[in-house]
């Protein structure tokens, strides 16, 4: 072969060399895949969005996760969300703000919650809330002292007829605010449904989605909840905390405050994902009754997500969504055995009945998971752990009251939701009170006494499983924007 038609072939060589790398170089800018992978260790995918590997501080992975909840966590949750016992929550929507002036109120008409009609409430429902749960505070009120227990023949010691049993109306307050105290040690959360104010609200009529609500007033709610929960420190070390923080810096913290800041985070992500998996699109040109379209919006989902926009930090805010999955999920597991002697009682007997095989299939489902959240790894330091732990019932608690600040009722109606069922999660997961009825086997008796040493009221219950629904909707949603992006 002559030097001549070597150095033609050299060159064709490289024009065809240089050609497939333009149309890579195309094809790469075109498809999104100049989206940095999440790790270091990861390859170059086609979405940021397209996550795997492990989800750090647990001991599974992404693909997981993302096949457990599509596959058998989310349908079976859909079915029994939208049951009477779960789809009407009452809350106090009326809660004056207690940090700022409330002067952001949300004037645009899918703010508003709708009304739930008296007649549309379960009897069985008003009946639980008219007639107060019987607590451990309920055995000090006068109601309780009234109530006949026992008769004359079981009085055991006649001698003791003589001593003087009346108890004052002011101690029996004491005593029933003593209780409440107790009670309310191990909550995580504020629980407002025995306000004045409280109503019930259908969650059905009033889903999760965009309201138009934006701004410098939804800015300040995230920024309170993520700038004025730090742990200690000095202002240096606190300013770091906000939606911002580099992941990399993450890794300079303890677990405890790692993992405060990754549920938070990964809260903030589900409800971004939910805002963008039904957006308002358009609205039609009816005047008397103009109504909303609602829909996927994707040019939102990779503004709030992508690298390019939030200085590659996207990726991981949507992992740490997995990790509070984990978190919410491992609850479940662990209040399993109280939540299978629930009655879920909603006075529709076939209904009722339906709820409560539905939900120990689903509870049967969630203890399957083999890879579940190790909530001991936390406050496990002595005497440290204890000051944490209150730290993190202190904080989580001033995030509730936060909600009350938030200036559009419906996106208040699912913020408070969701907070109150992370704080349940939370208490089920650290409750010392859990712990002992488990161990001495309360949950394996015929009959619970009716003040058992652990309790959930029916709020923290329908709270608990619509805020691990809303969780589980933003894993599935994902997939669907997946789709789009690959």
Known sequence: M??????????????????????????????????AALDDAETHKNCFCELEGSINDCSCDVDTVDHFNNMKVYPRLQSLLVKNFFRFYKVNLKQDCPFWPDD??????????????????????????????????????????????CSDAEDFDSALGF????????????????????????????????????????????????????GDSAHRIWKSIYLENC??????????????MPHMELRD???????????????????????????????????????????????????????????????????????????????????????????????????????????HDMLTVIESFQSHFNENALFSSGIASIKFKNDYKEKFRNISRIMDCVGCDKCKLWGKLQTQGLGTALKILYSEKLNLATESGIWDKPHIEADPIFRLSRTEIVALFNAFGRLSNSIYEMENFRRVLR
């Open 2 to 35: 002559t030097t001549t038609h070597k150095l033609r072939r050299n060159v064709l060589a490289s024009s065809g060399l240089a050609i497939a790398l333009l149309v890579l170089l195309y094809w790469t800018d075109f498809t999104g895949g100049y989206f």
């Open 104 to 149: 952001s109120r949300c004037a645009i008409r899918f703010c508003q919650v709708e009304n739930c009609e008296e007649q549309a409430i379960p009897e069985g429902i008003k009946d639980q809330s008219e007639h107060r749960d019987k607590a451990a505070s309920f055995k000090y009120t006068r109601e309780a002292q009234l109530e006949k227990g």
């Open 163 to 214: 001593l003087d049993t009346s108890i004052s109306d002011q101690a029996h307050k004491e005593f029933e605010l003593w209780a409440m105290h107790d009670e309310a040690e191990e909550d995580f959360c504020i629980v407002d449904d025995h306000d004045v104010d409280a109503q019930y609200v259908d969650l059905l009529l009033n889903p999760e989605r965009y309201t138009g609500y934006k």
């Open 231 to 244: 742990f200690g420190g000095n202002n240096e070390t606190a300013n770091k905390f906000s939606s911002y």
């Open 253 to 359: 913290v303890c677990l405890e405050q790692r993992a405060f800041y990754r549920i938070i985070s990964g809260l903030h992500s589900s409800i971004n994902i939910h805002l963008c998996s039904k957006y308002l699109l358009s609205e039609t040109k009816d005047f008397l009754d103009p109504q909303g379209i609602w829909g996927p919006n994707v040019k939102e989902f990779k503004r709030r997500f992508s690298p390019e926009t939030t200085n590659g930090e996207g990726p991981h805010w949507l992992r740490n969504l997995y990790f509070i999955y984990l978190v919410e999920l491992r609850a479940l597991a662990k209040a399993a055995p109280y939540l299978r002697r629930e009655n879920y009682y909603t006075g529709i007997a076939e209904e009722d009945e339906e709820v409560k095989l539905a939900m």
